[in-house]
């Protein structure tokens, strides 16, 4: 063994292993996903060394020079009395040492954005970058799985965000030697033999400790429910109105997802990236301010750090910009890949012809709408506003293990439509004017997850005094005044120029300047909440555990904690991951397996896997290593004691974390699914009501032999006829005719099948107009 600590004293790493008291444990520990420890108990006065100082840096390796651990002396040395010397009390040091990543767990975790559909190792390097501290490099190659959407807790460590990345995928992550490197787990496989004498039955202590399970209900997060239109009937004078639902919001602390006034320094790189070769940018007393470009689009910019999901109402507001004698470039951009005005969905292209500015709307790369002329000198602000009815657009992943190695469920888009609306508003000498639509329109087919750019400069001259990005839920709301053609309600702050606000108590409020004329018909669109929840079941294991007597069901109800179900979507893919875990008997296997001086052939860590065959036993099984402790012994020949706990994917939850509580609003399925539900009608619009009929356009085509179902109840869809049953069409276009001044329709598409199957959530029409 050799022990070396660098006390940054200037002398360099010493050798400590002579003074390293051998009746006291030396030792190393190991676990999956988490910082490493060493401990061991020294007497410095033996070699007249220093006591080793915090922060010392520990370096740990056998004789053969296997290195076994890396890391920094966490806390001052414990001191205890051993004796007398001639030269005075001798004290013995308890040391406690932790592995490199302590260096990045004294460092505060940033509050960030997510970062969506990425590879794990892309998101991990990220978070190193994030860190900026100096000497730790990195391997990611390997950790290629990608995750949907991962964001890190300012409120934990870095390794502690690290490991649940980590975990998410199915890998295991370490840092040894200054490096940090991230790895599928099993991607090292240490066999273990009765053949050739590298496996000990006695060794090993090995049990199920799990049951299986084979009818999984998994419990997610409260998400958005049914899709509501909802119509009002202005009178000239109220400015409130009740919505019959309470709609769906985003949580508070996810309503401002992105803020920055330019008042540090320099340009924020925590959140921002910056490509400025020819240093054009930066921050002065008006904010962000750019002094040019060299002419290249997408050559000098500064964009989002993290991806933005396109879900719900976003509201994009750059204020304070002032521009320049000379400005060419793109500002307050959504793009597609990487920043060129060429993928720009959604953006201000600002340009200048013969000394004058422009400000004109860039949809899907082209040029939109109608165009503004700032006037010099003054300050404005430029808004963005998007929104969809899809609040999630990408499902999470789910990893697991199968026969044929790691495999998930999840992870696709949720495909949506988009309404934008571009808006310039003069805010000179702090004075708000009416906000101007140089675009309003539709976007199909949104992409799912864009990247913002703040600034795409060719030749930009300008300040920017702020960016405030709101996230309002999956909310829009319009009106037809009587004869007229119907226009976008914005919402937001008076301040803004907006024309309402949408209460979390479920009331419009309507701001006096733009109460709605009597006759005009107001529509709200927005969501439900529900709780995610979803219920699968394994026909095939139920039938070979039934036994006589004995079900063969065997249940398991309860939440999955990460990755998060976002949806009622996420919940079914953790659930189909969980039985394919959960229904195989291996996937229970616990317990741990004691060796000797196992690192000669190879250094077992975490995230390996003991692949055991043993014949006497009739035992053959790879064992997912969990933990190491390696107690080291003062001796020649050199012994090192492994004893490496392990447990499978059911056994100790790995890339799926589970808890058994089960949310007091859930509710719990009574029947497992059998097929999954039909395409919700997110793209469902209401293209008439009037005191006779509501007009529908259900904006997708029936599956053969189904169609559209209307009924006066939500979650009462079935065949046959009932009184809660108005009609079924075949047709994507129908009416619904009126019946009472208020009225509530819930419709869903079916198909062909006995019983026949539904969409997952209603589209819902709620009327509030007089017949």
Same mark, same amino acid.
């Given at each position: ?67 076994? $651990? ?16 001639? %030269? ?23 509050? =960030? ?19 900026? +501290? ?88 409260? @998400? ?37 006034? $330019? ?8 959140? #921002?990236?910056? *490509? ?5 940018? /930066? ?54 890949? %990487? ?8 953006? $201000? ?29 003054? +300050? ?27 495999? /998930? ?7 949506? =439509? *988009? ?48 960016? %405030? ?6 909310? #829009? ?36 300047? /733009? ?40 249940? #398991? ?6 990755? *998060? ?6 919940? @079914? ?10 229904? /195989? ?10 060796? #000797? ?9 975490p995230g390996d896997v003991l692949s055991v065959v043993s014949a006497s036993s009739g035992m053959t099984a790879d064992l997912v290593v969990r933990n190491v402790q390696i107690d080291m012994s003062l001796t020649v020949p050199e012994i090192t004691k492994y004893t490496i706990g392990f447990a499978n994917d059911w056994a100790d939850a790995l890339a799926i974390k589970t808890s058994t509580t089960v949310p007091a609003d859930a509710w719990l399925p009574q029947q497992p699914e059998t097929t999954l539900p039909l395409t919700n009608l997110n793209a469902y619009s209401v293209t008439s009501v009037s005191g006779s009929a509501i007009q529908i356009g259900a904006g997708i085509t029936p599956p053969a032999g189904g169609g559209f179902e209307v009924r006066r109840r939500d979650w009462a869809f079935r065949s046959g006829t009932d009184s809660d049953l108005v009609l079924r069409s075949s047709v994507n276009s129908f009416t619904i005719p009126r019946e009472a001044a208020s009225e509530r329709y819930y419709i869903r598409m079916y198909d062909g099948s006995t019983p026949p199957n539904y969409s997952r959530f209603s589209s819902a029409v709620f009327v509030n107009v007089p017949l």
């Open positions: 063994m050799k022990l070396t600590i660098d006390n940054l004293d200037g002398k360099g790493a010493v050798d400590y292993s002579a003074t390293v008291v051998a009746a006291k444990p030396f030792r190393v520990e190991r676990k999956l996903n988490e910082p490493s420890l060493c401990g061991f108990t020294l007497l410095p006065a033996v070699g007249n060394l220093p006591v080793p100082a915090r922060n010392g840096r520990v370096v740990l390796s056998d004789n053969n020079g296997v290195l076994l $651990f890396t890391g920094y002396v966490a806390v001052e040395p414990g001191m205890e009395l051993t004796g007398e010397s001639s %030269t005075g009390q001798v004290y013995q040091a308890v040391v406690s040492a932790v592995s490199d990543e302590v260096l990045l767990d004294q460092l505060s975790v940033p509050q =960030t954005r997510p970062s969506y559909a990425q590879s794990a190792g892309q998101m991990l390097q990220t978070m190193l970058t994030r860190a900026g +501290l100096a000497g730790i490099t990195s391997t990611l190659t390997l950790a290629a799985q990608i995750v949907s959407q991962f964001q890190p807790d300012a409120g934990y460590s870095w390794s502690k965000n690290a490991g649940a990345l980590a975990s998410m995928v199915r890998n295991t992550y370490r840092t040894l030697n200054g490096a940090v490197s991230m790895e599928p787990v099993g991607t090292t496989v240490h066999v273990l033999s009765e053949t050739d004498g590298t496996f000990s039955l006695k060794a090993l202590q090995a049990t199920m400790i799990k049951a299986l399970a084979n009818d999984i209900t998994v419990c997610g997060e409260e @998400e958005p429910g049914a899709y509501v239109t909802e119509f009002f009937a202005g009178d000239g004078t109220t400015v409130l109105f009740d919505l019959t639902e309470k709609p769906w919001f985003p949580s508070a602390s996810k309503e401002k997802p992105l803020v920055d006034l $330019f008042q540090e320094p320099a340009v924020d790189q925590q959140i #921002w990236q910056l *490509a400025d070769a020819a240093a054009n940018i /930066s921050i002065t007393s008006a904010g962000l301010t750019c002094a040019g470009g060299d002419g290249i689009d997408g050559d000098t910019l500064v964009a989002s750090a993290t991806a933005l999901e396109l879900g719900g109402s976003l509201v994009l507001e750059m204020g304070g910009v002032l521009f320049g004698s000379v400005t060419v470039g793109v500002l307050n951009g959504l793009y597609l890949g %990487t920043i060129k005005t060429s993928n720009c969905v959604a953006g $201000f292209q600002i340009s200048q012809s013969g000394g004058v500015t422009t400000i004109s709307p860039l949809i899907n790369g082209v040029i939109a709408g109608s165009s503004f002329t700032p006037v010099s000198g003054h +300050l404005y602000t430029l808004r963005l506003r998007i929104a969809s009815n899809e609040m999630q657009r990408l499902l999470q992943s789910y990893y697991y293990l199968s026969g044929s190695g790691v495999e /998930s469920f999840g992870g696709q888009s949720v495909s949506a =439509t *988009a309404n934008v609306m571009l808006e310039v508003q003069d805010m000179t000498g702090g004075v708000a004017s009416a906000p101007i639509a140089i675009y309003s329109g539709v976007i199909t087919n949104a992409p799912a997850v864009c990247t913002y750019g703040l600034i795409d400069s060719s030749n930009l001259q300008c300040s920017i005094g702020s960016i %405030t990005m709101e996230q309002q839920g999956p909310v #829009w709301v319009t009106s037809t005044p009587p004869g007229g053609s119907q226009i976008i309600r914005r919402m937001g702050t008076i301040a803004q120029g907006a024309d309402c606000q949408l209460e979390r108590t479920g009331r419009i409020r309507f701001y006096p300047a /733009s109460t709605p004329a009597s006759g005009e018909l107001i529509s709200v669109s927005y969501r439900i909440g529900h709780r995610a929840v979803a219920r699968l079941a394994s026909a095939a294991s139920i039938s070979v555990e039934a036994k006589g007597l004995v079900p063969g069901t065997a249940f #398991w109800i309860g939440s999955v904690t990460n990755p *998060a179900p976002r949806s009622s979507a996420d919940c @079914e893919n953790a659930a189909s991951a969980l039985l394919a875990l959960a229904t /195989s008997r291996a996937a229970a296997w616990s317990g741990t397996y004691t060796g #000797w001086n196992i690192e000669q052939q190879g250094d077992v860590w």
